[in-house]
């Protein structure tokens, strides 16, 4: 069975909670006792139906206020496949938390009001799942029961979204008709539109085709821990501690240390179960080198045929998550895969404006959940990759020298020539 | 199918590796807090598999409410045994000899907040900078909020509004002089992966969880275990049932269920069917709706 990663977005009342509340319910993936709770609640605070956003917002100040302030993490499985919800919320000013739950997303459900069509809140929510590369979206044309389940509506909604997409960088979106307070094509296919001749939401999650969006064409390995057993049997064992986030590698495979530049051989891929004669991603193993050079945490082993690049200059899109902005010239720890290196903020070329795409240039400072292209200048040479070709290595983050917080999400462009 | 996937098993078990290495790569002194529960077990057999062939580069700390099942005790010296690991043990009796917690009194009394006080101290007096626990998202609803790296102030609290954001698989374990961290490997497994992985790797448990015959006290839709600890109430006896326990905590707040799986295979195939939680039969979480974000917020794991 493989894993699915999926984020959710949309306007606050396009149905998410019901959504996420239908696919758990009718997998049945939520156990009587958590739905006892939960219709008790309900009945406490005088609500009518049973409330199943309940079952998703967890936290005291949520319940208070009724609304989503952090993201939370639903499961689910069936047969075919197991499932993790980031389920982020959908407010403007929640545009962190957006990026946080799709920065390990495989796909985004975007979904919308039938009845509205496309809005800010699609776009918005598109573009930034664009901007991160997932690759795929599945648009959930919602509330279909409220338009008399009606082909044309459906078609006019598909052909806005359509027209709006050719400005993002998605390669493959779907679009479903549902009534997830309905269950129409949500779980089970729906009798009320026969003239849908695609597959349920469900249905789809389970089968989309997920194992080729790794990169295994560019083999990177960046070294998480030196393993040096103190024991008889093992006196001279030097492993390197990793996941590896791209590629293949096998023993025998010659390989190169960044930024050192040292090489040397694969000898052996160990791992507790004993040694493979092939890694890939997103595995975590030990390597074992032919040679006794020096490697050691924040080193990437990469393998002859295709090199990332190292630099000091670093084209960036940041997030910024902050609660203040960058303060002037100040210095930050810069965290790419296992390497951390001090840097500070050279330039900033324009931000942009999420709403519509648009750079602004001279837009003035940098606020919490805007974006911004910006150059940053390190202390040492980072090894990475462009984010489109591969998002653990082409991705950073910042954290605030003074207070320790994670102040900005980055994805790497190539270096400036 | 691919040639280069993972199974979902597969990919959980990289993630969790991932995870502890990066914690004993970013922290001094790291410790992996063992209850002797399923959770705690499996993360133990992942601390093992991300650092073979070297032992597990780090104590195991066990609170001890000295309300325990006598099988948890025997299954955890036996395991530290095995490893060869360093155990570290915080005592709620000590701390309540020593003045530092007072006992709750009244029905329902119990231990399990009194751990908040004997955890921080052992973290403190240790001075423990980063704590792996066996928690998972599905558990509860205030957990599944909670980030992989857990930042906790030098009052060892939990701010659920000022958690920092976690992105792609990069974790910050920055922290001042007396903060430290709580990291969850198995974030993302449900109790189900959870069995099933128990089943696929053979790993050895406590005999609790296997169906066996008990004395026990029906209370509150659960069976009670018979201890010296508990009171009989009104119209309340003692019964011998065929029993076994979905969780392990302190014994005066666990509560088993009827049962006949008295296999690996035949737990799996009962939890898969089974249409509860399983905290549903955990007292301490029935207390409020908010009850693990409350406890969690003062310091609890």
């Not at chain 2, 792609?168 to 961290?181: L, P, V, Y």
């Not at chain 2, 009827?258 to 029935?286: C, P, Q």
Request: glycine share 6%.
């Amino acid at each position: 069975m493989e894993l699915l990663r999926f984020t959710t977005a949309g306007s606050v009342d396009d149905g998410k909670s019901t959504l996420i509340g239908r696919l758990l319910y009718d997998s049945k993936s939520i156990f009587e006792d958590q739905m006892e709770a939960v219709k008790q609640s309900s009945e406490r605070k005088g609500l009518q139906h049973i409330d199943l956003s309940l079952l998703t917002d967890g936290l005291r100040s949520e319940r208070e206020q009724g609304i989503t302030i952090d993201v939370a993490y639903r499961y689910f499985a069936t047969p075919k496949r197991k499932f993790i919800i980031a389920d982020t919320p959908g407010h403007i000013q929640y545009t962190r938390n957006m990026v946080t739950g799709a920065s390990t997303a495989n796909l985004a459900l975007v979904l919308i009001d039938a009845r509205k069509g496309v809005v800010e809140q699609t776009c918005r929510h598109s573009f930034i799942a664009s901007l991160l590369k997932i690759p795929h979206i599945i648009v959930c044309i919602n509330k279909m029961d409220l338009v008399d389940y009606s082909e044309e509506v459906f078609n006019n909604v598909v052909e806005q979204y359509k027209a709006f997409a050719a400005k993002i960088d998605v390669n493959d979106i779907r679009f479903v008709p549902i009534s997830a307070l309905e269950g129409d094509n949500v779980v089970n296919d729906s009798v009320n539109m026969p003239w849908y001749k695609g597959e349920s939401l469900l249905h789809t999650l389970e089968t989309i085709h997920i194992a080729s969006d790794e990169n295994h064409a560019d083999a990177r390995f960046p070294v998480q821990t030196v393993i040096r057993p103190h024991a008889a049997e093992y006196h001279d064992y030097r492993g390197y501690a990793g996941r590896i986030a791209g590629g293949i590698f096998k023993p025998g495979d010659k390989i190169t240390v960044l930024p050192s530049g040292l090489t040397s051989a694969i000898k052996s891929i160990d791992t507790f179960s004993g040694p493979v004669e092939e890694a890939f991603a997103p595995m975590s193993v030990s390597i074992t080198l032919e040679d006794d050079i020096d490697v050691s945490r924040g080193d990437m082993i990469v393998k002859d045929e295709s090199e990332p690049f190292v630099s000091q200059d670093l084209e960036v899109m940041l997030c910024w998550m902050g609660p203040r902005g960058p303060r002037p010239g100040a210095k930050y720890h810069l965290k790419n895969t296992t390497r951390e290196v001090m840097a500070i903020i050279k330039e900033v070329y324009y931000k942009l404006d999420i709403n519509t795409m648009e750079k602004l240039e001279n837009a003035g400072d940098i606020k919490m959940n805007e974006m911004a292209r910006v150059r940053l200048r390190t202390t040492q040479p980072l090894v990475f990759d462009e984010y489109r070709k591969n998002r653990i290595t082409g991705s950073l983050i910042l954290v605030d020298e003074a207070t320790n917080e994670t102040v900005a999400a980055g994805t790497l462009a190539p270096p400036a020539l | 199918m691919h040639k280069y996937y993972l199974t979902h098993l597969q990919e959980l078990e990289s993630e969790a590796i991932y995870v502890i290495r990066e914690v004993v790569a970013q922290f001094d002194r790291p410790a992996i807090l063992f209850s002797g529960g399923k959770d705690s077990i499996v993360v133990t057999h992942l601390a093992q598999k991300a650092f073979w062939p070297a032992k597990i580069p780090m104590p195991l700390i066990h609170i001890d409410t000295g309300h325990n099942f006598p099988e948890t005790m025997e299954f955890r010296d036996q395991l530290v045994e095995r490893l060869g690991v360093q155990l570290i043990v915080g005592s709620v009796q000590e701390a309540i000899n020593k003045g530092r917690a007072v006992e709750e009194s009244g029905i329902n009394a119990s231990r399990n907040e009194l751990q908040i006080v004997s955890l921080l101290d052992t973290i403190e007096h240790h001075k423990i900078d980063a704590a792996i626990g066996g928690a998972r998202r599905d558990e509860e609803k205030a957990r599944s909020k909670e980030r992989f790296f857990s930042h906790r102030d030098e009052f060892g609290q939990w701010d659920p509004k000022n958690q920092r954001p976690e992105l792609w698989n990069i974790f910050n374990g920055r922290k001042r002089m007396g903060e430290h961290f709580r990291v969850f490997p198995i974030s993302n497994w449900t109790e189900m992966d959870i069995w099933n992985y128990i089943l696929q790797e053979n790993i050895a448990i406590p005999s609790l969880y296997f169906a066996h015959n008990r004395n026990a006290v029906y209370r509150d839709g659960t069976w009670l275990p018979a201890s010296e600890f508990l009171s009989l109430r009104d119209g309340e006896f003692v019964e011998n049932k065929l029993m076994r326990f979905r969780t392990l905590g302190d014994i005066t707040i666990t509560g088993g269920i009827e049962s006949d799986a008295d296999t690996l295979e035949k737990i799996v195939a009962e939890v898969s069917a089974t249409r509860s939680t399983e905290r549903g039969n955990r007292s301490d979480d029935k207390r409020s709706d908010t009850s693990m974000e409350d406890r969690k917020k003062q310091g609890y794991f």
